[in-house]
């Protein structure tokens, strides 16, 4: 009885806070941008996402807002201004 109650409990706790690995956003990274929450549901889905991938999108406020990329989702989403690589150095 406590570890399904403690299971529940943690799985409403995930549905309250989003969280995003480079491997978990990867799987968006070919999706359809621009697009909107449903879009990037059905992408997720179809491209055989995993389940926590499929969950954070639908914990997206849906104000029927459109995403253009991965950055309006996930903020802290590493971008190439992140990295120290010049690449006219090589």
């Given amino acids: 009885m406590y570890f399904s109650v403690k299971k529940l409990f943690l799985h409403k706790l995930n549905r309250l ?3 995003w690995t480079l491997e978990l ?9 621009p ?9 997720a889905i179809r491209a055989g996402a995993p389940l926590e991938v499929v969950e954070n999108l639908q914990s997206i ?3 029927g807002e459109i995403y253009e990329s991965m ?11 992140d990295y120290l690589w010049n690449e006219d150095e090589y």
């Fill in 61 to 63: 406020e849906d104000e």
């Fill in 35 to 43: 697009a909107n929450k449903d879009e990037l549901i059905d992408y």
């Fill in 17 to 19: 806070n989003m969280y």
């Fill in 71 to 81: 950055e309006e989702i996930w903020p802290d989403y590493p971008t190439d201004e």
């Fill in 25 to 33: 956003a990867s799987y968006l990274s070919d999706a359809p941008w």
